[in-house]
């Protein structure tokens, strides 16, 4: 883990002070050295092949600024362990790069690293390496995740055959009223509390997209909104789709708020930060991962031969979408 | 490879401009699927382990913003190989998490990958996946890095052994020298252009650290100046270290400077982004692997017992260094 403040001045012990909370984290962590090496190195299990994924999240972009720090370390991870799910993966450890403005004090690094430390618990994986830097921007928080799949096993994008049933796991819209609850667009409450605390922390699904290894056909986790992951799944595989709108399943929550706001519900469907597994496959094996993972799957349309996604209303008439959203045709 | 613009605005036709640049560096990489999937999936050779390191670089932390944006590519490329160098990995593949402000246009994009391509044609890797954001604050760069090596023989900080030769690749100070004509406090000319040249774009010792693996006993790169480095390989390896100052070589350009103002000398000791390996081991191993490797080494000291680095100048006074500098003691 190197310490990082170049210019205007040469590194201080202000990163000392970091490595000093972050080299717990990696105890139990093979080949990460106590973080005091150029680079961790370690070697995949026979048999297995290594699944990797990069992504950031960015004061001001992904987050507002006013999140507690340990609910911002826990998103940070979980946006990547949601990629490692819709693979298949194993989680095995993250590399992470902090980029944090002279404001940040002790006290937030340490509620940081407390909430990396419950995920790490919660998923069994390990802080492996990374950096810290200050910046005169806004919070980054990068994370490099690594996990691991069966050789030639993980899910990909690409395999939706014609004929198969299309899945989401939990439900769908919490990602998008969440962000509208932290925008303060929602009426406070217990439900926009329900909302903005699952957008602030989602539940990537691990359990799920293991049991779905050998058994789905495609998997990608929905960051995108519901439509336009879809479009990406039959772009991947060469298909076409058919959706039933009012099959896609919303939390109590969210279906509370959409029978007061009914035009929130096309919204749901193309925005949002979900992270839910949207799956393709027959029907009895879905249901099998689901059943044997715990974890809820609905059935809301069908792959098609073409190379369009249909949208069904609840009338059987087709919804048509554009940029900005969704308009009966 | 994830386009991510999630607040104020959803994700646009922005970052498809972005896809339309990146996704051409990523073919010919072994399972990163056009960046068209959740995450990279590959296999580790057998016989290797892997080597894997972040590092982030952030305008007016790093760099100070009026670089070519080719030439921010390769550095923030060149950092991460560095430390490979050090492990004496194979370069393998590359994650790229980019935070570009609304300012950075298409053009700019365009040659930061035209300096990712250079490098990746330069060092036989390329592009697994990644992802973009915009940002409101200054542009960062993440790499997270990944090579191999044989299993069990990563070069290490941890190996040093009294009566080990240390050694140093290259010349030091130019790194220094570099940041300081990057501040325009260094008379311009061809010299001051030179170590500006080579502090934006600095030569990671890709070839020697292969060589190095199964010769040297302990290796890391310098990035917080040649002094710092050693006690770190000291602390790790639980020895000590005598350095000659004047033994520590120069670059014809460096020593040039420094005959005009003395002072400075001491100063490329203790600061500076060099990139060079900083090596312990027996003198004819090292010198067999810097003949196979092509690469210019220099020895500068040995590994004693204790826990402290001592430093010699030109008459064999002991120097004592400070947090701020040297002085004699």
């Known amino acids: 883990m190197a310490d990082k403040q170049k210019e205007p001045?040469?590194?201080?012990?202000?990163?000392?002070?970091?490595?000093?909370?972050?080299?717990?984290?990696?105890?139990g962590a093979p080949g990460a050295f106590n973080?005091?090496?150029?680079?961790?190195?370690?070697?995949?299990?026979?048999?297995?092949?290594l699944v990797v994924t990069l992504d950031t999240i960015v004061e001001g972009v992904h987050f507002?600024?006013?999140?507690?720090?340990?609910?911002?370390?826990?998103?940070?991870?979980?946006?990547?362990?949601?990629?490692?799910?819709?693979?298949?993966?194993?989680?095995?450890?993250?590399?992470?790069?902090?980029?944090?403005?002279?404001?940040?004090d002790d006290s937030w690094i340490e509620a940081f690293c407390h909430g990396l430390a419950a995920d790490q618990l919660e998923f069994d994986w390990h802080l492996m390496g990374g950096d810290s830097t200050s910046t005169p921007g806004p919070i980054s928080i990068a994370v490099t995740a690594l996990g691991t799949v069966p050789v030639g096993q993980a899910l990909r994008r690409s395999g939706a055959q014609v004929g198969d049933s299309i899945y989401v796991s939990g439900g769908i819209g919490d990602g998008f009223l969440g962000l509208l609850a932290?925008?303060?667009?929602?009426?406070?409450?217990?439900?926009?509390?329900?909302?903005?605390?699952?957008?602030?922390?989602?539940?990537?699904?691990?359990a799920l997209g293991l049991a779905l290894v050998g058994r789905a056909h495609a998997a990608m986790d929905v960051s995108d909104g519901l439509i336009g992951d879809l479009a990406h799944i039959c772009e991947q595989s060469g298909v076409g789709a058919v959706l039933r709108a009012q099959s896609v399943p919303l939390s109590a929550s969210a279906a509370e708020l959409v029978a007061d706001q009914p035009n929130l519900y096309l919204e749901l469907l193309t925005g949002g930060d979900d992270y839910e597994l949207l799956i393709t496959g027959r029907a009895p094996d879905i249901e099998a991962a689901a059943a044997d993972s715990g974890c809820r799957v609905t059935?809301?349309?069908?792959?098609?031969s073409g190379d369009r996604v249909v949208v069904h209303d609840a009338d059987g008439e087709e919804l048509t979408f554009t940029h900005v959203g969704f308009r009966h045709s």
Chains 1, 2 share one sequence.
């Open 182 to 206: 932290a925008q303060g667009q929602l009426p406070y409450g217990p439900e926009a509390d329900a909302m903005l605390r699952r957008y602030r922390c989602p539940d990537p699904r691990i």
């Open 64 to 104: 507002i600024g006013d999140e507690a720090a340990d609910m911002l370390a826990r998103k940070a991870m979980r946006v990547n362990l949601s990629d490692l799910a819709a693979m298949g993966a194993t989680p095995l450890g993250y590399f992470l790069s902090l980029s944090l403005p002279k404001r940040i």
């Open 35 to 49: 973080l005091g090496d150029d680079a961790a190195v370690f070697a995949v299990p026979p048999g297995r092949e």
């Open 299 to 304: 059935r809301i349309g069908e792959i098609v």
């Open 9 to 27: 001045s040469p590194a201080t012990g202000e990163f000392h002070r970091i490595a000093q909370y972050f080299r717990p984290l990696a105890k």
